[in-house]
């Protein structure tokens, strides 16, 4: 009984020393560089947004936070990566609402599953999508939009980043609600790669985010036909919304996020949500995301959980509905 006493003893305090190493190791924490995975190629408004958040977080933590760009397979590359990185706070995921999508088409091909091996940081950011055209195309507003793609079933290309995106899947709801077709080119390595076969005619339209739009419709390149969100754009203010164009209630933003592989300590996953929240309230911030077109969020972790299954809920009954295969 003595002998299993002192073992005890031993035990409590070896695992005093160990739980006070951890918590100094988190007190400080960071102490080193912090990678935060975008898995898009950079340029993109998921990528754009990252780099704002980032060098917020490198000024308050006194950290760089670099951004490791990790795109392929509509971000599950970079996702694989972070999921089997070390749980210790220096390796996170700037997901976007892909991974939701993922889950649901071609799930078999995962490596990873997002409740088994993240956990939630918080809601960052989220970003309308834009209806843009190429100034071959005759329409000028939506219902010109849907009457020209009606006139010519099959003929049209559009762009997305890649199957079951949230590009990919706002084109295909909005095809289904008007009993339209169009041929899907998807770009899996990235917006730039989608916008440089639409400038140069192979497809005629995209539903891009607007942080990624704006410039090319200010300098007229591309035509704004309407905007996904339920109010418009403070980025383009002038172009109408698709719910005041004669689809009413029709939504479909795309919103963003930070992930940390499961088991990274709850002391680390607090002290990074704290930061963002701080960063996220930034008046510099604040201006650069509203310029992109971006809107900021902010949640807990717990919060973020939530919604994640909320959306995991609310996509997958869409995409089973439609029927999105991976080849589609």
């Known amino acids: 009984m003595r002998y299993l006493a002192e073992i005890a003893k031993t035990w409590v305090l070896i695992t005093g020393i160990a739980f006070a190493m951890i918590a100094n190791a988190q007190s400080d924490y960071p102490n080193r560089p912090v990678r935060l995975v975008v898995p898009f190629a950079p340029g993109g408004s ?3 947004a990252s780099r704002v958040l980032a060098q917020k977080l490198d000024e308050q933590m006194g950290q760089p ?5 990790r795109p392929g397979a509509n971000s599950n590359v970079g996702a694989d990566l972070v999921a089997k990185s070390s749980a210790d706070g220096y390796t996170a995921l700037w997901n976007s609402s892909s991974i939701i999508f993922n889950r649901h088409i071609g799930h078999s091909k995962l490596n990873y599953d997002l409740f088994r091996d993240f956990l939630p940081v918080a809601l960052t950011a989220t970003v309308p999508q834009i209806l843009v055209v190429i100034p071959s195309v005759p329409a000028k507003n939506l219902q010109e939009f849907i009457a020209y793609v009606r006139a010519n079933p099959g003929k049209l290309n559009y762009a997305s980043v890649g199957v079951g995106n949230i590009g990919h899947l706002t084109t ?3 095809l289904n609600a008007n009993k339209l077709s169009a041929e899907h080119i998807p770009y899996n390595t990235g917006s730039q790669a989608a916008y440089f076969d639409l400038l140069g005619g192979r497809t005629q339209f995209y539903f891009a985010t607007i942080a990624s739009a704006v410039p090319f419709v ?3 390149r591309m035509r704004a036909i309407a905007v996904t969100s339920l109010e418009r754009s403070k980025a383009l203010p002038d172009v109408p919304t ?3 164009s004669g689809m009413p209630k ?4 795309a919103w963003q996020g930070m992930l940390v592989p499961a088991k990274t300590p709850t002391a680390v996953i607090n ?3 704290a930061e963002i929240l701080i960063a ?3 008046p510099d911030l604040l201006r650069r995301f509203e310029a992109q077109g971006t809107l900021s969020l902010g949640s807990t972790p717990q919060e973020y959980g939530n919604y994640l299954r909320n959306e995991d809920k609310r996509w997958g009954a869409i995409i089973r509905e439609a029927g999105i295969k991976p080849e589609s």
């Open 46 to 48: 998921t990528d754009q």
């Open 65 to 69: 936070v670099i951004i490791d760009n």
């Open 172 to 174: 295909l709801l909005f």
């Open 218 to 220: 200010k300098a007229n």
């Open 242 to 244: 698709i719910s005041e």
């Open 250 to 253: 029709f939504e479909s933003t």
């Open 271 to 273: 002290k990074l949500n």
């Open 280 to 282: 996220l309230k930034n």
